[in-house]
């Protein structure tokens, strides 16, 4: 069966039928990712595995503005 025979049959199902396909299909397609990813994680060297999310923070990344009114606060007191 073609991709193209498949997806003609399924858009026959009934919208739940469909509903349903659609959950089962993402949900493998997220485990099949994660399996990837561990697997990647599992070739990478323990020191550099450590070293993952180590500058990882819940606070949103500075604005161009807000780095540069920072930087010039540090070097007016580091030159003042």
């Not at 025979?5 to 493998?28: G, Y």
């Not at 397609?29 to 994660?34: A, D, G, K, L, W």
């Not at 780095?67 to 606060?73: C, E, I, L, P, S």
Request: cysteine-free.
């Amino acid at each position: 069966m073609t991709l193209e025979q498949f997806e003609q049959e399924a858009l026959n199902f009934p919208v739940e039928l469909r509903a349903l396909l659609a959950q089962k299909l993402l949900m493998s397609v997220t485990q099949e990712q994660q399996q990837r990813e561990a697997q990647l994680l599992e070739q990478l060297d323990p020191w550099t595995r450590s070293l993952l999310g180590i500058a990882k923070t819940d606070a949103t990344a500075p604005t161009d503005e807000e780095v540069k009114r920072d930087y010039q606060a540090y070097l007016e007191e580091k030159y003042s």
